[in-house]
Every structure is written in structure tokens, then in C-alpha cells.
């Protein structure tokens, strides 16, 4: 089963805080997700492997550790996974970035596909999905099975926000991912959204309402 990872480091839990907020206008919001997606980014790859490396200082030579090597690929959930990926890139800036879009049926509630383009390489590639909010987590269950489809196999889900039912869903759907989340939150209301939640993640990161 994919392990669950809720940051409480009290410099995301702030700036979560900040960006759910009612009065936080689209710049302000943009910005803490980005800065949250780049420190969620530092604390999920604490387990990338390593391998020794011999160098020379000015000194001597030495023996030092560096990344083994699996590349990565970073994939926003169009609209608002949009909003991690630089966050994401600060940190690593040599990953390679796929798309996928989906919107929610605003009746069904249920993911309907528009987009996707993905690294050709994917198979090779330590996939990072990102998306501000895993609600039901059909979006999230939807991406990540066309991710599966075009090969991709070492694959790993980061939000800001989730549900229990959303982590649920998507644990069921695809036991092997882990998933990062920044804050859990406690339901779902009538029409799919999160409580507390921060509203439409989308809406807010691009001042569309
Ligand atoms: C939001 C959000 C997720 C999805 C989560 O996108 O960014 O992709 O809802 O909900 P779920 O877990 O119930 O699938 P939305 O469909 O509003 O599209 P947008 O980003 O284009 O606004
Ligand atoms: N999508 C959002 O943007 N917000 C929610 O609360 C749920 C789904």
C-alpha cells in the first residue's frame, strides 16, 4: 500500500493557512502555492537514492554522495496543478513537465478529459502528479491511470488540500502511489468541495471568478 504523508512542518501549516484565506487576492495565492509546492517538493525527496561519486576539492580527491540518476517528471492536473509546478521546478529544475487536463462535470462532479502530452521517457522517470486539491479524487485516480497507460510505474501524488473521502479513493484506485498532502481536511460538502478547504483552486490561482 502507498504510504500518506501529511506535512506539519509549521512553514507549510502557515502558509496554508495564508492561502485559504477568503481576502487572499490571486497574486498572494499563486505565490504561497507555489512557495508550498517548492517546500512539500524538499521534504518529499528525502528518499531519493544516492550514490557515491568520487571528486576533487582543491584539497583532495573525496568520495561524496550525489543523485543516483532516475530522472524525474513533474504532471499538473490542468487547471490549477498549473500552480505547483514552478514550485516544484525550484527545487529541481531539471525535470521534464507533462500536462494532463481534466475539469469536473459540474453535475456529475466526475473528471472529464481534454489534454494530455506526457515525456516520451516516462517509464524511466520518477513521476511527481500535482494538483492543489484531491476532492472526491477522481481527477486524481483519472490522471494518474492515464499516466499508467502511457507507462508510467514509479508515480507519486502531492496536493495542498485533501478529503478523507479523496485519499481514500485514490488509495483504492492505485494502492502503489504515495501521496503527499499538505493539509487534511475534514469533508466534503453537497457539491463536492472541501471544508474547510480554500474554495476553487483554479478560480483563485487565475481570477477567473
Ligand atoms: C479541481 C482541482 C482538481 C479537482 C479535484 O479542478 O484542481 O483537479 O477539482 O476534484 P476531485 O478530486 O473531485 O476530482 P476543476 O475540475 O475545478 O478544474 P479546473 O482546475 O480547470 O478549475
Ligand atoms: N476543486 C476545487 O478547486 N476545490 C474543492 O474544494 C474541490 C474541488
Do not use: W
Not at 509549521?10 to 490571486?26: D, S, Y
Not at 537514492?49 to 576533487?56: A, F, K, R
Amino acid at each position: 500500500m502507498g504510504k500518506i504523508y501529511v506535512f506539519d512542518h509549521p512553514l507549510i501549516q502557515h502558509k496554508v493557512t495564508l492561502m485559504r484565506k477568503v481576502e487572499t487576492k490571486a497574486k498572494d495565492f499563486r505565490a504561497l502555492v507555489r512557495e508550498i509546492a517548492s517546500l512539500m517538493t524538499y521534504e518529499a525527496m528525502r528518499d531519493l537514492p544516492m550514490v557515491d561519486v568520487e571528486i576533487e576539492t582543491p584539497m583532495e580527491k573525496t568520495v561524496q554522495k550525489k543523485l543516483e540518476g532516475a530522472d524525474m517528471a513533474v504532471v499538473p492536473i490542468l487547471r490549477a496543478g498549473l500552480g505547483m509546478v514552478e514550485g516544484v521546478l525550484d527545487m529541481v529544475p531539471q525535470a521534464k513537465i507533462g500536462h494532463i487536463g481534466l475539469y469536473r462535470d459540474p453535475e456529475t462532479h466526475k473528471p472529464v478529459e481534454y489534454y494530455c502530452k506526457l515525456p516520451v521517457d516516462l517509464e524511466k522517470r520518477r513521476i511527481f502528479v500535482v494538483d492543489p486539491m484531491l476532492a472526491t479524487g477522481g481527477s486524481a485516480s483519472d490522471a494518474i491511470t492515464f499516466i499508467k497507460e502511457r507507462g508510467g510505474k514509479n508515480i507519486k501524488f502531492m496536493c495542498l488540500i485533501a478529503a478523507p473521502e479523496g485519499i481514500e479513493a485514490l488509495q483504492a484506485a492505485h494502492p502503489d502511489v504515495d501521496i503527499y498532502i499538505a493539509a487534511k481536511d475534514r469533508q466534503l460538502n453537497e457539491n463536492k468541495y472541501i471544508l474547510p478547504g480554500l474554495g476553487d483552486a483554479g478560480d483563485r490561482l487565475f481570477g477567473t471568478k
